[in-house]
């Protein structure tokens, strides 16, 4: 599991206020296409109006298991009312010119805020604040949605700042001008993600086009060892266990389900443990199993509630097993488990999709898996390719 840098999707769009499109009609948007985070930016509109769409599309992504998630552009006011009135925030990004992310990190609501900033020469790629996890490095070229943009860095500017940025603990974040043709080698140049704003607006096919960006940052940084075990993670009905038997037919390792291995072990399918001894005595059970599933390399999912308890990823440590989790739109999951009897924790929506959102922090630990609508064996041949 990459514990060092935060893990970002591949493809990092940013809303665009000129579009003939509202704000949070583009976020919505993004989200129905399979992207999992989004920046809003909303210059040059007033605060007022800013503050209307930020405020529907967070309300729309709470709604939805924070389904995308968004990071606030530039303005910090915008994000502590946000966090006044209780909408999820995954991040904000501040620029130079900004208030400094270590400040901004002492504001009502941002304790636990990703923090970003944009980076432009080899000065500021050392002096980002310690507060921020990811900072955007470019332009990689000239570009039309900003008028004002830095002297660009082209490749070589964008490999070094990489290594300079990873060197301390930051994800590096592509940004400036950029299509899809750049995406092979911004990621073997070190980039974890590509801000995008034209390519995607221009694009029939958002989808595609993200998927295209996770093949080739797949095949830029392997997305898996097959010499060690895996543990898939996510929420319920985002596919583990049916992409943990692809996986496992093609690593060659066994297969293992941590839901089916505890009805095993208990005699009674989880609707019953649930019933009979409570959602508590069902976590202990899962530790105590688990642990007996790490004793040799194999492909294993686990639950979706599992991977909360400590006791568990320090297993997984211990093991030396990789982590991925599968970052499936909640939207999708639900249609497939809704109501399903031998699913305990699917019977309401509202309380699916709180504690999809409640979960997603701990599941972004682990680097993530991009469905978008493909089958487990589509993403498995995928996968297995990019260690090829």
Known sequence: MNRGVLNLPPLYPITNARSSMSLADQVSRLGAAGFPLVQF??????????WLQLRQALIDS?????????????????????????????GLHLGQDDLPPSEARDLPGMEAAHLGTSTHVMCEWWGVDAACDHAGLGPFRATLTKG??????????????????RSRGLAPVAIGGLTMADADSCFQAGAESMAMIGEIERCQEPRELLWSAQLARWQARKPL?????????????CGKSTLARALSHRMTLPVADLDSAVENHAGAPISR???????????????????????????????????????????????????????????EAWHRVAQDPLRPLTCDRAAFMDRWRNRMPRWGEAPMILPLGRSSEELAEALILGIE
Not at 43 to 48: E, H, M, V
Not at 148 to 165: Q, Y
């Open 225 to 237: 060892d097959h010499r060690l075990g895996l543990v898939l993670i996510g929420g319920s009905g």
């Open 62 to 90: 709470k709604a939805n298991g924070g389904w995308p998630q968004i990071c606030v552009n530039d303005r910090a006011d915008l994000a502590v009312l946000a966090a006044q009135e209780g909408l999820p925030l995954w």
């Open 273 to 331: 443990i649930f019933a009979d001894s409570g959602e508590m005595a069902f976590r202990k059970m899962e530790e105590e199993v688990f642990a007996t599933l790490l004793l040799a390399p194999a492909v294993i999912a686990l639950g979706g509630g599992a991977w909360e308890s400590e006791i568990i990823r320090s297993q997984v440590r211990s093991a030396g097993f990789q982590v991925l989790w599968i970052n499936e739109n909640p939207s």
């Open 41 to 50: 930016r909303g210059k040059p509109l007033d605060a007022k109006a800013q």
């Open 148 to 165: 004002d943009h830095a002297e660009p860095i082209g490749l070589e500017g964008l490999r070094v700042g990489c290594t300079t940025l």
